[in-house]
């Protein structure tokens, strides 16, 4: 009995001492996985840094090459690529709330509503905000600082209103968002010649911060997306806070000459002469209307297509071989942004080419593919129609800015650039209204039947501005140049000291000059000699 009691006893010491064994071994091979499990962390962060300082670092390349570091145009790129980063996460976190999960008929509503409302506020503040930001151009910096962080305060206040469903604070909020953004995109392009390298044309340079704008937000759109369906949309407006009010103290930091008024210009002019700080549509002269006019008609028909698909893919009117809607929305809105990003890159790419001439060119293409796609229409016509007029929307807004930054002074330049952006935001609003409208013909002839209007009236406003470039041109005078003087210098006179041969001249006015690039449009240039942007271009 005394020996089983022995033997058990040792037993259970052998096997407490193998347990503890385990045990230990247990805790040393947890260490050790945990010291592995660290060390693989801080290699994957080491390395994630790295990476992100690679991309930083290749993207500052980009952004400040050609001179571009020098004057500041890297700067302004990269602010405007923060700026549409927040833009594209309000857009994303808000779509939620004004269209998707509703049903059609309500969605419509809400859509039209959304639609006027940001029509009206245009059509009323339009003539006041280019001359605010004309007067206060010694302030550029500040201006668009201040637009940044005022829509980062709006998102804060967004964020609390989309759980209560507050409408009255959701659509004000919006509305100030999107005049805000339009204000900064006034003052960006009304400071686009100051900053202009040498080596750089207006063109390349417009399409260069519009191609960085376009990838930020093409980047920040799905993120925003995966977080609304994650953390919700109070979350995402939360953190687009926190980016437009880093993007305002970046603006704050622009150099110093964005501000500075050109001395030239503050010294031209008569005394007691009235200086224009006034542009109206009727008022900013040939050239420029020339463009816009083609521009309003892209507009149309990028916000008629944008609204015009999306109901014909919620009504059932487009599928594509048993596709879900959401694939079908995506696959449509894909094709559109890689139109725009197809034509900042073509955009960037072209030189010499006068800017009236690219603008009329993207509205041809926008107005024949519009037409063969009411002929032929599918879903990939859909998609085509959509990358053909996100890409001509692009080349020509660019365009515009050239024609605008070269043609009217710095002293209107913001009045231009609001009035522009106001007549070409109204555009983008009826064209939506009209795809809202067409997307209730009943049946799948509804597709072809809008896009067969639409390309009706892309035709008649491509005619209109033909004809009327075509009357200015036959329109425009010669230069004449001076006589030959009628004596020759004596025969005596030493060749070094014959007087040097009188130039041509040429008469200061709208329209008329021997050489370079065309004058203002809207008249006489003040001092007639000064050149047309700044002495970095």
Known sequence: MAEGWDRARRSISRAAR???????????????????????????????????????????????????????????????????????????????????????????????????????????????????????????????????????????????????????????????????????????????????????????????????????????????????????????????????????????????????????????????????????????????????????????????????????VKDGHLRGNGLPQEVLIAILAGGAGAGGLLGAVVASWVRGRPPQVIVLSALGLATVTAAASAFFFSLWTAVVVALVAGFAQEVGKLALDAVVQREIGEEVRSSTFGVVEALLQIAWVAGGLAGLLLSLAPGRSAGPIGLAIVAAALVAALAWVLTTRRRRLRARPRPVPHAPARHAPPKHTPPEHAPPPEPEAWTDTADVRPAGPEPYADGPRPGGTKPLTNPHG
């Open 18 to 312: 193998a347990t503890a064994g385990a045990g230990r071994g247990t805790f040393r091979a947890g260490r050790t996985a945990a010291k592995k499990t660290a060390h693989a962390g801080g290699a994957a962060a080491r390395g994630t840094a790295r990476a992100g300082r690679g991309v930083g670092r290749a993207t500052r390349r980009l952004t400040h090459a050609q001179g571009a570091g020098r004057t500041g145009l890297g700067r302004l790129i990269e602010l405007t690529a923060a700026h549409s980063a927040g833009d594209a996460l309000v857009t994303v976190a808000l779509a939620g709330t004004l269209l998707f999960g509703l049903p059609v008929d309500q969605a419509r509503g809400q859509v039209a509503l959304y639609l006027l409302i940001t029509m009206v506020p245009f059509t009323v503040l339009a003539p006041f905000v280019g001359p605010v930001l004309d007067r206060f151009r010694s302030g550029r910096r500040y201006i668009m600082a201040g637009t940044l962080l005022a829509r980062g305060l709006l998102c804060w206040g967004m964020a609390a209103a989309i759980g209560p469903s507050d409408g009255l604070t959701l659509f004000p909020a919006a509305l100030a968002v999107l005049v805000l953004s339009k204000a900064y995109n006034v003052s960006r392009a009304a400071t686009m010649p100051s900053v202009l390298p040498a080596d750089i044309g207006l063109v390349t340079a417009n399409a260069r911060v519009a191609l960085f704008a376009l990838v930020s937000a093409g980047v920040a759109a799905p993120v925003a997306a995966g977080l609304t369906a994650w953390l919700g949309a109070d979350w995402v407006l939360r953190g687009t806070m926190v980016i437009f009010i880093a993007a305002g103290v970046g603006a704050v930091r622009l150099p110093r000459h964005v501000d500075a008024p050109d001395l030239e210009e503050a010294e031209e002019g008569e005394p007691g002469e009235a200086r224009p700080r006034w542009r109206t549509l009727l008022s900013i002269g040939p050239v420029v209307g020339e463009a816009m006019r083609a521009n309003a008609a892209l507009r149309v028909l990028s916000g008629f297509l944008v609204f015009f698909l999306l109901f014909l």
